[in-house]
């Protein structure tokens, strides 16, 4: 029997597997003549929807992408490997999976998540890396500023209550992909420098 619950998710579902097909229409489809490739895949895989490409377009732009169409909901967004080359997919979650904060995580991460749902603030990727954690895909340095005065108080209060440490600056910063056969596209992130 189904329930309300399945029919939400069914809808979910739906709408991204919709969505992914108009971000591959508009952004993808014209570079194929350009670049000799074939159509990209938009397909229902398990719980979510996966949207793929043969090895001659890069991975990392088209899960960007992906991020950017996505960045106002909860969705679970993670490169997946397929026979024709690689691919994204795309799986709806709930707002408390969203932050929920996996047992063995990085510390430093763990504290900017925590930091996070302290707030609310909805920031599509976290990522850790030695000496920083970043908030990535920030449409506007305007939006990440903003948001980085309203996180660091808070940001401070979970490092110095879970590792006891203080942090060193939030930094707001412009990146750029090398996008020569696109509009340039470029986003920012708040990186957390910690001591």
């Known amino acids: 029997m189904s329930t309300e619950s399945d029919s939400v998710n069914?809808?979910?579902l739906n709408s991204i597997e919709r969505?992914?097909?108009e971000l591959v229409e508009r952004k993808w489809s014209p570079l194929r003549e350009k670049h000799d490739s074939e159509p990209m895949e938009v397909r229902r895989v398990e719980d979510g929807v996966l949207?793929?490409?043969v090895n001659k377009l890069w991975i990392s732009l088209l899960r960007d992408d992906?991020?950017?169409?996505?960045?106002?909901g909860y969705y679970d967004i993670v490169p997946r490997p397929t026979d024709q080359g690689r691919a994204v997919v795309v799986r709806p979650i709930s707002q408390s999976d969203y932050y929920e904060t996996p047992y063995g995580m990085d510390v430093?991460?763990?504290a900017v998540i925590e930091a996070l749902t302290e707030t609310g603030i909805h920031v599509p990727k976290v990522?850790?890396?030695?000496?920083?954690?970043?908030l990535k895909h920030f449409e506007t340095e305007v939006e990440a500023e903003e948001a980085a005065k309203v996180l660091e108080p808070h940001i401070?209060?979970?490092y110095n209550e879970m590792l006891n440490e203080s942090v060193e600056e939030l930094e707001v910063r412009e990146f750029e992909?090398?996008?020569e056969f696109l509009t340039p596209d470029s986003w920012c992130a708040i990186i957390v420098h910690y001591k």
Not at 66 to 72: A, G, L, P
Not at 127 to 134: H, V, Y
């Open 156 to 158: 401070e209060t979970a």
């Open 66 to 72: 992906v991020i950017r169409t996505f960045d106002t």
């Open 19 to 21: 969505r992914l097909e």
């Open 127 to 134: 990522l850790d890396t030695s000496g920083a954690a970043w």
């Open 177 to 179: 992909e090398p996008r």
């Open 10 to 12: 069914a809808d979910r």
């Open 108 to 110: 430093n991460k763990a």
């Open 51 to 53: 949207v793929g490409h």
